[in-house]
């Protein structure tokens, strides 16, 4: 099944602090937490008025996002991940979990990137957001809408898989 992602976070070199994240699964369930363990201390002026103030204040630790996430996608041997740019969405994301290692086996270890797709496809414009930015969840329903935008363009590609370990034949390691 596939899931589009989004997270708020805080970055500041070599930190990458998870405010909230937010998924749209493929069958219309939808998950979002927000972590009870941000640094506020951290956040740019940007952020405390463009992200805090939309926060239910509703905070669970790390670790328990990252079993109710395993809760949420229970029962589905082949997630598929998807992201706009979500390089760093994908760091935040794994370290619910743990290091990359550590992901639930089932999980690949790549998500899937919405802009690459657009620029293969000789990067259309995307279907604009309509209403409240820099919420994760309202921005994972986004996600889902430009995928959707771009699978009405190429059906077949947007089946894609992300298969395969980054160390093929191993379950992770410390070698990078
Ligand atoms: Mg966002």
Not at 20 to 41: H, K, N
Request: aromatic share 14%.
């Amino acid at each position: 099944m596939k899931y589009w992602i989004d997270t708020e976070f805080i970055e500041r070199p070599f930190t990458i602090d998870l405010i909230s994240v937010g998924l749209v699964a493929e069958d219309g369930r939808e998950f979002y937490a927000e972590s009870s363990e941000v640094d506020w201390s951290k956040a740019n002026l940007w952020t405390l008025q463009n992200v805090r103030p939309q926060l239910d204040g509703n905070g669970m630790t790390r670790e328990e996002i990252g079993y109710a996430l395993r809760r949420f996608t229970d029962g589905d041997e082949h997630p598929v991940f998807w992201g706009y740019f979500p390089a760093y969405d994908w760091v935040a994301f794994i370290w619910l979990f743990g290091n990359m290692d550590e992901l639930p086996f089932h999980y690949p270890q790549l998500c899937l990137d919405i802009k690459q797709w657009a620029i293969e496809l000789g990067d259309p414009e995307l279907p604009h957001q309509q209403g409240a930015r820099h919420h994760a969840l309202l921005d994972a329903r986004w996600t889902r809408e430009a995928w959707a935008f771009l699978a009405r363009l190429a059906p077949a590609a947007g089946e894609r898989r992300a298969l395969g370990r980054k160390i093929p034949n191993s379950s992770g390691g410390q070698s990078k």
